[in-house]
Structure formats: C-alpha cells, structure tokens
C-alpha cells in the first residue's frame, strides 16, 4: 500500500472507529438526556483520534533502511 492511501485510509479510518465506539457505548443511554450522551460521547470520540493518530503516523512513517 502507497503512502497515500495510508494517509487517506488512517484520515477516514480513525475518526469512523471513533465515533463508532462511541456510538456502541452511548446506545444503551439512548433514551436518556441529550446532555450526557454528547459529552460521552464526545469525550470517547476525542480519546479514539487522539490515541489513533499517533498510530497512524507511525504507521504512514517510511522504514529506515539498515546501515
């Protein structure tokens, strides 16, 4: 895989895994007040990017040849 297409899989790729583990965490709260699913939602979000682009920048950084 290019450089490129790391780039664009790990800029869609960590958001969507993401929101999607704050969905899953936030459904069973589904009927309860919008203020607290948001904030749970956002906090999980936050916490997805942050550890997962880190990630995905080393992953996109090219391999040292050995001397």
Not at 11 to 38: E, K, N
Not at 46 to 60: D, Y
Request: a positive charge.
């Amino acid at each position: 895989m290019n450089r490129s297409t790391k780039l664009v899989t790990a800029a869609f790729g960590v958001p969507a895994l993401s929101a999607l583990a704050a969905t899953l965490v936030c459904w069973p709260i589904r009927h309860g007040p919008l203020a607290p699913r948001l904030l749970i939602f956002g906090l999980i979000l936050a916490t997805g990017i942050s550890a997962g682009l880190p990630a995905c920048l080393t992953w996109l950084t090219p391999d040292k040849p050995d001397d």
